[in-house]
């Protein structure tokens, strides 16, 4: 969450000649409800249900970059289908940099605490850094890491384009 996978994923797309997709903005056109309102009516269990559906239906496709959402390779099943179907790209960042790109967002349903108020910058950066902790071993098994810790966009995918070619092809 935050950490520019978005971002990262249309223009890394757009360099290699690919099409782009971010799961998200898949679920959400799905269901015609924004994933916070999903999280809200639903709650994340079923939401985790319809990414799985929407991530079987969006990795069919050939020659295309995927945006995941943070916990999608949380489930085993999808972190299965996500190996089996291509190469994956952990975009790695520090918490504190997480909470200064998504401080003034109020659309993150995971950012929010009692009451739906958003958390404050120590509460947010804890937890932040406890989503990262349990997530981490999937994150690891990543086939590349990068870090975007003080790397502007277009350096970034520059970068990252490099390790593709020089890890893959």
Not at 70 to 89: D, R
Not at 121 to 139: F, G, L, N, V
Request: aromatic share 8%; glycine share 8%.
């Amino acid at each position: 969450m935050g950490s520019g996978k978005s971002t990262l994923g249309q223009i890394l797309a757009n360099s290699i000649g690919w099409n782009f997709v971010d799961l998200d903005r898949e679920i959400e056109t799905k269901l015609n409800l924004k994933i916070a309102g999903i999280f809200k009516l639903h709650g994340e269990k079923y939401f985790r249900e319809i990414e799985s559906e929407v991530l079987k239906e969006v990795i069919k496709s050939d020659d295309v970059v995927v945006s995941l959402g943070g916990g999608t390779i949380t489930i085993p099943e999808n972190l299965n289908l996500i190996k089996l179907s291509g190469k994956t790209i952990y975009i790695k960042s520090t918490p504190e940099d997480l909470y200064f790109r998504l401080r003034h967002k109020t659309n993150r349903p995971l950012f929010q605490g009692v009451d739906n108020k958003l958390l404050s910058k120590e509460e947010a950066i804890e937890r932040i850094k406890k989503m990262i902790s349990e997530r981490e071993k999937y994150y690891s098994s990543a086939d590349l890491t990068f870090s975007v810790e003080k790397t502007d966009v277009g350096k970034a995918v520059d970068l990252i384009v490099k390790l593709i070619y020089k890890k893959f092809l």
